[in-house]
């Protein structure tokens, strides 16, 4: 069964105290792992999409890697906007061609305070 | 820019009333979703469409309805209101997913948030 953890629940820095999340995933075969950042009362915000084992994508703080298990969004130097639910998902690969949906993990919940 | 946009924002029902839930984008995107997003337990796909008139269940279709008679709207029905109903719901729309351009993803709304009493 195609599944996604994301680790840890919630996590709480000080600005400017650098981080990572974490996102594992089991699936039959990857088409897409996705990054997503959502505020509170707000629909998830589309981060970063990564495609194959080893590839790496930055945005401003942020920057996610992908490993064949699992994927890490780091955040350097955070701060207090940057508070909010990061969500990880994947989309699957199936026979006969990828799914176009994502299964969703339950997100990290990140607190910076100033 | 609209994106996806989905009314109401928030709505009271009472147990054993019916709603539907709106969603229009204005994207030209083939795919759209309905997601229900419950307190730690992540986003589950209630229903897709991968075209105008075609229509699939996700993961947790029980209780729903949709239909999707045109490109821009996914209407999600409920037809007798549960407590496990109790959810902020988003709709969602996209392309096919798996190439490679840029903006290849799935574009949500800012959700509705229905409480069934």
């Known amino acids: 069964e195609d599944q996604v953890t994301q680790s840890p629940e919630a996590l709480r820095l000080q600005e400017g105290e650098s981080s990572s999340l974490n996102c594992s995933y089991t699936v039959s075969g990857l088409r897409g792992l996705f990054w997503y950042r959502q505020d509170p009362g707000k629909g998830p915000e589309f981060l970063f999409t990564?495609?194959?084992a080893g590839e790496e994508k930055e945005k401003e703080r942020l920057k996610a890697t992908l490993t064949k298990k699992e994927s890490f969004l780091h955040i350097t130097a955070p701060k207090p906007e940057d508070s909010a639910t990061y969500l990880c998902?994947?989309?699957?690969?199936?026979?006969?061609?990828?799914?176009?949906?994502?299964?969703f993990g339950t997100g990290t919940l990140l607190a910076v305070q100033p | 820019n609209a994106g996806v946009t989905q009314t109401p924002k928030f709505r009271i029902l009472k147990i054993g009333q019916s709603m539907t839930l709106q969603c229009t984008q204005d994207m030209n995107h083939n795919y759209m979703y309905w997601y229900r997003q419950d307190p730690g337990m992540g986003l589950k796909l209630i229903y897709y469409s991968v075209g105008a008139g075609i229509t699939d269940k996700g993961e947790v279709p029980n209780g729903y309805n949709v239909s999707r008679s045109t490109t821009e709207d996914f209407p999600l029905r409920l037809e007798l209101a549960a407590p496990s109903q109790t959810s902020v719901y988003f709709c969602a729309s996209s392309y096919p997913l798996g190439s490679r351009s840029s903006g290849n993803t799935i574009y949500f709304g800012e959700g509705s948030w229905l409480t069934v009493v």
């Open positions: 998902a994947v989309q699957a690969r199936r026979v006969g061609g990828a799914t176009n949906k994502l299964i």
């Open positions: 990564l495609y194959s």
